[in-house]
């Protein structure tokens, strides 16, 4: 919506009205059309768009790693090598997003902004657990698109001040939240993520630990995975790791993240077919 830009400098009185604390509900109410759900599209063929894969989420004492990989696909073709698929939702929490690039981006930042909304009107932040149900709903009202091929399905991760450990949620195309125990994946490279995950995953893993597993687990999903994009040495493209603990959100610098995968690589190089134990 626009600002009156007429010589008052006033506010339309859609910005002075008190109402609810959601965001989504003040475009709705106001502008419904700049909602990504509510977007017309073409009733016959098929709309081409980039595609983001593999993302993949563990917790461990203190905290919960949230990574992803960099490739996007359009069909059988590489559309770009090094798209960013993880963002902070606000200090506490972050989203990896899979399916549709784009529009997912587009509903990240439409995230952000409903928390960051919510936080100066009612003075606050939400739970953990609320955050997940707002992503719900936004994720619920583009059921519609999804169902014409432009689904989005994001990983939700965070530290729960509350509870004073992390924790992950997974969600359908219908926006159903399920929380997740230990570790979760989603996208096309989750199945071989998630079994990477299964064996090497420990109740006592280091900060450490958990984002070299991750590594691990994106390069497995690599390894059998067209779509999704291992580390890329020559190109110096790696994966995007975030940390999130009671000290806030941290994402690995690509230094960091550059050693991480150089030294999983080297590994392999050492036994080809997987570590035979559990990061030691």
């Not at 109410?29 to 989420?57: F, M, N, S, Y």
């Not at 939400?126 to 009202?141: F, H, P, Q, V």
């Given at each position: 919506?626009?600002?009156?830009?007429?010589?008052?400098?006033?506010?339309?009185?859609?910005?002075?009205?008190?109402?609810?604390?959601?965001?989504?509900?003040?475009?709705?109410?106001?502008?419904?059309?700049?909602?990504?759900?509510?977007?017309?599209?073409?009733?016959?063929?098929?709309?081409?768009?980039?595609?983001?894969?593999?993302?993949?989420?563990?917790?461990?004492?203190?905290?919960?790693?949230?990574?992803?990989?960099?490739?996007?696909?359009?069909?059988?073709?590489?559309?770009?090598?090094?798209?960013?698929?993880?963002?902070?939702?606000?200090?506490y929490s972050a989203?990896?997003?899979?399916?549709?690039?784009?529009?997912?981006?587009?509903?990240?930042?439409?995230?952000?902004?409903?928390?960051?909304?919510?936080?100066?009107?009612?003075?606050?932040?939400?739970?953990?657990?609320?955050?997940?149900?707002?992503?719900?709903?936004?994720?619920?009202?583009?059921?519609?698109?999804?169902?014409?091929?432009?689904?989005?399905?994001?990983?939700?991760?965070?530290?729960?001040?509350?509870?004073?450990?992390?924790?992950?949620?997974?969600?359908?195309?219908?926006?159903?939240?399920?929380?997740?125990?230990?570790?979760?994946?989603?996208?096309?490279?989750?199945?071989?993520?998630?079994?990477?995950?299964?064996?090497?995953?420990?109740?006592?893993?280091?900060?450490?630990?958990?984002?070299?597993?991750?590594?691990?687990?994106?390069?497995?999903?690599?390894?059998?995975d067209s779509a999704?994009?291992?580390?890329?040495?020559?190109?110096?493209?790696?994966?995007?790791?975030?940390?999130?603990?009671?000290?806030?959100?941290?994402?690995?610098?690509?230094?960091?993240?550059?050693?991480?995968?150089?030294?999983?690589?080297?590994?392999?190089?050492?036994?080809?077919?997987?570590?035979?134990?559990?990061?030691?």
């Open positions: 919506m626009e600002a009156n830009t007429r010589s008052t400098g006033r506010l339309p009185a859609a910005f002075l009205t008190p109402g609810s604390s959601s965001f989504m509900d003040f475009l709705s109410d106001h502008q419904p059309e700049l909602l990504p759900g509510k977007r017309q599209l073409p009733t016959q063929g098929v709309i081409e768009a980039p595609h983001g894969t593999t993302i993949v989420a563990v917790t461990f004492p203190g905290g919960v790693v949230l990574a992803g990989d960099r490739r996007a696909t359009m069909g059988n073709v590489i559309a770009q090598r090094d798209i960013e698929k993880v963002f902070p939702a606000d200090e989203v990896g997003i899979a399916g549709t690039a784009g529009l997912a981006v587009e509903m990240v930042k439409l995230f952000q902004l409903e928390l960051e909304h919510f936080e100066k009107v009612e003075g606050a932040q939400l739970s953990l657990e609320g955050k997940a149900n707002r992503l719900s709903t936004m994720i619920r009202s583009n059921l519609g698109m999804a169902m014409q091929g432009l689904a989005v399905v994001p990983l939700f991760a965070g530290y729960d001040v509350d509870r004073e450990k992390g924790r992950v949620f997974s969600y359908d195309v219908t926006g159903g939240r399920s929380e997740e125990h230990n570790f979760a994946a989603t996208g096309s490279g989750s199945l071989f993520a998630r079994g990477a995950m299964k064996k090497l995953f420990r109740d006592d893993l280091s900060e450490e630990q958990a984002t070299t597993l991750v590594v691990q687990a994106l390069y497995d999903a690599a390894d059998d999704t994009g291992g580390p890329d040495v020559a190109r110096r493209i790696y994966p995007i790791i975030t940390v999130i603990t009671e000290d806030g959100f941290r994402r690995l610098t690509e230094a960091e993240s550059s050693e991480l995968s150089r030294a999983v690589l080297q590994r392999r190089l050492e036994e080809p077919d997987g570590p035979k134990a559990a990061l030691l």
